[in-house]
């Protein structure tokens, strides 16, 4: 049965799932789910040994809420980077036993202003909103990421569910759906336009924004199973993995964890951002379902 529930007073309070086909363990903190397991698999969700639980800083790994910029925005100046809407306790609206709900509004940042950190995002972004966030739970992971304009007039904004997901090893996967599908590379040198060619494989870091609205299958003999990634009312996938290099700059990612890493996100940026005019709301969802493999079948 659902119910109401007053916000968490301990953000760092997990709230834990449970059905018959599977488990999660969720934070206030970020609205920031950091578990997923279905029954009889290895968590489908990745999240580092050194991941650090503290206010005012984001969780490395699990599934960060990217809001209401990603990165640093279409300004490229943007701080603190992928938006405050992970650095900060969301309250929890309703609970059952397979779904909860979360809020973060602009009265929420409005109650907490005089912190500098609260002050410099109302700054940022002074528009009155409310953001609701989804998790349910079974044979599925289904997340929901709503944002409501509460204000007189229109603003624009950018998203993402920046997933991370656990692999066997992220050089032995291969990532399928992708295949003629235009993408930009983000390289030291900038972004350029490239098309996928084939499955996608890793050999080094890669940090790619794919222009895609269609089903990504995660496939790793290693766990002998198919991650399936689908998204509505997401125009882009972000794909990303730091490799050695990218993670030894990264105090709050284990040593050689890179390895069982690969990120595959559900965004709305840059072109694709959201405008909402007064009393407008937008809604992203991302899913998550795993497909088991045969012994000895190949996918």
């Known amino acids: ?116 950190d609260i002050h410099a995002f109302r700054e940022a972004f002074p528009h009155q909103f409310t953001a609701s966030y989804q998790v349910s739970i079974g044979e599925t992971l289904t997340l929901r990421l709503t944002v409501h304009n509460d204000g007189d007039s229109a603003f624009d904004y950018q998203e993402a569910l920046h997933t991370f997901l ?44 794919y222009f895609s609205r269609q089903p990504i299958q995660v496939v790793d003999e290693g766990f002998s199973r198919t991650i399936t990634v689908e998204r509505e009312d997401a125009d882009l996938a972000v794909i990303w993995n730091p490799w050695e290099k990218g993670a030894a700059t990264m105090p709050d990612m284990g040593e050689n964890e890179w390895q069982t890493m690969i990120c595959v996100e559900g965004a709305n940026a840059f072109d694709s951002s959201i405008h909402l005019e007064a009393g407008e709301s937008h809604s992203m969802l991302y899913r998550l379902s795993i497909t088991e493999h045969a012994s000895g079948a190949q996918s």
């Open 166 to 209: 656990a692999v066997s090893d992220v050089r032995t996967i291969r990532i399928e759906g992708l295949d003629g599908t235009t993408y930009l590379d983000n390289s030291p040198n900038g972004l350029s336009e490239h098309t996928q060619r084939g499955d996608l494989i890793f050999s080094t870091g890669i940090d790619r924004i």
């Open 1 to 116: 049965m659902v119910h109401d529930a007053s916000p968490t007073p301990d953000p760092f309070t997990p709230i834990h799932l449970r059905t018959a086909d599977s488990i999660a363990t969720i934070y206030p903190h970020g609205a920031h789910l950091c578990s997923w397991i279905p029954t009889g698999q290895p968590d489908a969700i990745w999240l580092s040994s050194g991941a650090v639980f503290a206010d005012m800083r984001f969780i490395r790994g699990g599934v960060p809420i990217c809001f209401p910029w990603f990165g640093a925005g279409r300004t490229g100046t943007m701080k603190p980077p992928h938006g405050f809407a992970r650095l900060l306790p969301w309250r929890v609206q309703k609970q059952s036993a397979n779904e909860v709900e979360f809020t973060l509004s602009s009265c929420d940042l409005e109650a907490a202003k005089k912190a500098p």
